[in-house]
């Protein structure tokens, strides 16, 4: 049996949404552990929630997202910052646990790493972003061999140390979304309301083909959302707010397709491996993370990144794609258990 401790992103409470991916991949990682017998403990910021394992919640103030930092920005931390009261709290309980593995995309973890006796792995959930935080990773891949984890190998090319990466793919509790394989006429759009989401080439693409967008996601931006709303009045666009996963995965999985239009590179898009699981194609920009997972004609489209014709060109050939192949696809290739085996063997390799 493996003691692991989680230390969350600081970018909000687990539950919140503000942390995108990274907390469906940590609750999913945390379950799959539990299950297969290790004891597993979060420690993530006050307001999280996440059902049947023990969670530490931390006061203090959220980090700003990476994101929204430019690259030539100096590190920032708040006053009474929750980053460094989180990884303070596990400072004073290392003792306890075989391993942390921390998910913040920050720089205060990769620097703390040699001056904790407890192992790390570090499990980085975006591609480059910020040259000091590259330059504090690269220094932790190099004296710290194995203990960097990605998503995908486009991700880690993103990084100077891209050959001390270990790619980790990820997955899904499959159990939780249904195959639907008779979809209304919809399409959907998953994620948050960002800019470097590019909502608003899916939403041009409803505008093209008159095919009714339905959108889900946090709100993370709303004067980006404002503005789309003002640029594209007639658009059929219906907003959802941001949906528990079994609302999610029952209104996605009525959609023929789902619509994938970052802008930055993706590092995976957990959404593209959640409309799989329901049986729903994607039609994705060649680029970033979904590029990896796609299969082009066969689960989906890949298509010219940053081109809505390319879009709507992938969404008129959509009866070419097998609904139950796309649902095959995420058993495959994501499921827990797929999911599991991969970080097991790398925690231990840490240990
Ligand atoms: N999500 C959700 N409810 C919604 C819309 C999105 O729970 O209504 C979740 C979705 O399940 C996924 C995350 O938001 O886990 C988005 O992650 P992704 O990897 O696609 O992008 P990120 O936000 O990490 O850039």
């Known amino acids: 049996m493996?003691?692991?401790?989680?230390?969350?992103?600081?970018?909000?409470?687990?539950?919140?949404?503000?942390?995108?991916?990274?907390?469906?991949?940590?609750?999913?990682?945390?379950i799959e552990m539990?299950?297969?017998?290790?004891?597993?403990?979060?420690?993530?910021?006050?307001?999280?929630?996440?059902?049947?394992?023990?969670?530490?919640?931390?006061?203090?103030?959220?980090?700003?997202?990476?994101?929204?930092?430019?690259?030539?920005?100096?590190?920032?931390?708040?006053?009474?910052?929750?980053?460094?009261?989180?990884?303070?709290?596990?400072?004073t309980v290392?003792?306890?646990?075989?391993?942390?593995?921390?998910?913040?995309?920050?720089?205060?973890?990769?620097?703390?790493?040699?001056?904790?006796?407890?192992?790390?792995?570090?499990?980085?959930?975006?591609?480059?972003?910020?040259?000091?935080?590259?330059?504090m990773m690269t220094q932790v891949a190099h004296n710290f061999q194995g203990t960097i984890g990605v998503h995908t190998q486009v991700q880690a090319d993103t990084f100077p140390f891209a050959n001390l990466c270990r790619i980790l793919g990820n997955g899904l509790d499959l159990s939780q979304y249904h195959f639907c394989s008779h979809p209304g006429n919809k399409m959907a759009w998953v994620g948050r309301i960002a800019p470097e989401k590019a909502l608003e080439d899916g939403v041009a693409a409803?505008?093209?083909?008159?095919?009714?967008?339905?959108?889900?996601?946090?709100?993370?931006?709303?004067?980006?959302?404002?503005?789309?709303?003002?640029?594209?009045?007639?658009?059929?666009?219906?907003?959802?707010?941001?949906?528990?996963?079994?609302?999610?995965?029952k209104e996605l999985g009525h959609c023929r397709a789902l619509l994938v239009t970052p802008r930055w590179l993706e590092a995976f898009g957990n959404v593209v491996i959640e409309a799989l699981a329901c049986g729903v194609p994607v039609i994705a920009y060649r680029r970033g993370g979904p590029a990896e997972i796609i299969r082009d004609g066969e689960t989906g489209f890949l298509v010219e990144p940053d081109n809505v014709r390319?879009?709507?060109?992938?969404?008129?050939?959509?009866?070419?794609?097998?609904?139950s192949r796309c649902r095959q696809q995420a058993e495959q290739e994501y499921s827990l258990k797929a999911l599991g085996d991969r970080f097991e063997e790398w925690f231990r390799a840490l240990i």
């Not at 973890?109 to 192992?119: N, Q």
Request: aromatic content about 10%.
């Open 310 to 323: 390319a879009l709507v060109a992938g969404i008129k050939r959509l009866e070419e794609i097998s609904r």
């Open 206 to 249: 409803a505008q093209l083909t008159g095919i009714p967008l339905k959108i889900f996601g946090k709100m993370q931006d709303e004067s980006y959302w404002q503005k789309i709303c003002q640029d594209y009045p007639n658009a059929p666009v219906e907003y959802r707010g941001f949906l528990s996963t079994l609302e999610l995965q």
């Open 34 to 91: 539990n299950r297969r017998g290790h004891q597993v403990t979060v420690v993530a910021p006050e307001g999280s929630n996440l059902p049947h394992i023990p969670v530490r919640e931390i006061p203090g103030t959220c980090q700003r997202m990476a994101q929204t930092e430019r690259r030539e920005n100096s590190i920032t931390l708040p006053e009474n910052s929750v980053l460094a009261n989180m990884w303070d709290y596990g400072r």
């Open 94 to 135: 290392q003792g306890d646990y075989d391993l942390i593995v921390n998910f913040a995309y920050d720089w205060l973890p990769f620097y703390l790493t040699p001056f904790f006796s407890c192992p790390i792995a570090h499990l980085i959930s975006m591609g480059s972003m910020h040259p000091a935080l590259d330059q």
């Open 2 to 30: 493996l003691k692991l401790l989680f230390i969350s992103t600081p970018v909000g409470p687990l539950g919140s949404g503000v942390g995108g991916g990274v907390e469906l991949s940590l609750k999913n990682l945390a």
